[in-house]
């Protein structure tokens, strides 16, 4: 793990990635590794060593090697559309040993060259599991309500491609949002980067994730209860 405390990210850090977005190609990359590796690899492994025991809180057994908690810059475009070798954003992300970020429920950070958030969520429909999550929605409806609306009233957006049609017409009125969604996420995202140049970055991260935590709580150990 990096022997520094996180001190915050750089203007450098942000412009980075937008010279990576117009010059996305292995030679501007490797005339810029080590600009890289310093102004975004290294305070991204900072801070996940920073948030790492506040994402323990909500799951004792995520992955608590960095190098599966960063993203990678380079992309893997085997199976994309998109050929562009590199990412021009970069994120945190909790997950389970062995598992795909996508198709699970993960607390995460983000950062692009315009904005940063942070929040909770899935982010490739997973039917299986959606529907084990609306079976924990309808088993205890205050219970989940109560957590989402103290996560909305707090700034984070409701998100996941929503059916056209409502699926479960006889469900409780307050329910259908959730329901009827082939995924579902709570994110927050701001389009000011002045909070990520300072190390208090983390603290508004780590405090995020106790708000999430009730959340994630109920979704996980409800789930592992219905096994």
């Known amino acids: 793990m990096p022997a ?3 001190e915050g990210f750089t203007p450098e850090t942000f412009l980075f990635l937008m010279e990576i977005r117009f010059n996305n190609n292995k030679d501007f990359f490797e005339a810029n590794r080590a600009r890289y590796n ?3 690899k290294a305070p991204l492994q ?3 060593v920073r948030i790492l025991p506040c994402a323990l809180k ?3 057994q995520f992955d608590q090697r960095v190098s599966s908690i960063v993203s990678r810059i380079r992309r893997d475009t085997r199976y994309s559309a998109d050929k562009s070798l590199y990412r021009d954003h970069a994120w945190l992300g909790f997950r389970l040993p062995g598992s795909s970020i996508s ?3 993960t607390p995460y950070f983000e950062i692009t060259p315009e ?3 942070y929040g909770m969520g899935m982010y490739a429909p997973d039917a299986a599991m959606m529907r084990r999550y609306r079976a924990v929605m309808l088993a205890w409806p205050s219970e989940f309500l109560a957590h989402a609306k103290r996560l909305e009233e707090r700034g984070f957006v409701l998100e996941g491609d929503a059916y056209k049609r409502d699926r479960f017409p006889d469900a409780p009125e307050a329910l259908k949002p959730y329901l009827n969604r082939k995924a579902i996420a709570w994110c927050f995202s701001s389009p000011s980067l002045a909070p990520t140049l300072a190390p208090s970055l ?3 991260i780590a405090d995020a994730f106790d708000l999430l935590r009730p959340m994630y709580c109920l979704l996980h150990d409800k789930l592992v209860k219905e096994d």
């Open 38 to 40: 310093r102004v975004l």
């Open 4 to 6: 520094s405390a996180f």
């Open 46 to 48: 900072a801070l996940a």
């Open 58 to 60: 909500m799951n004792a």
């Open 103 to 105: 198709e699970q429920f």
């Open 202 to 204: 983390a603290d508004e």
């Open 115 to 117: 904005s940063y958030g």
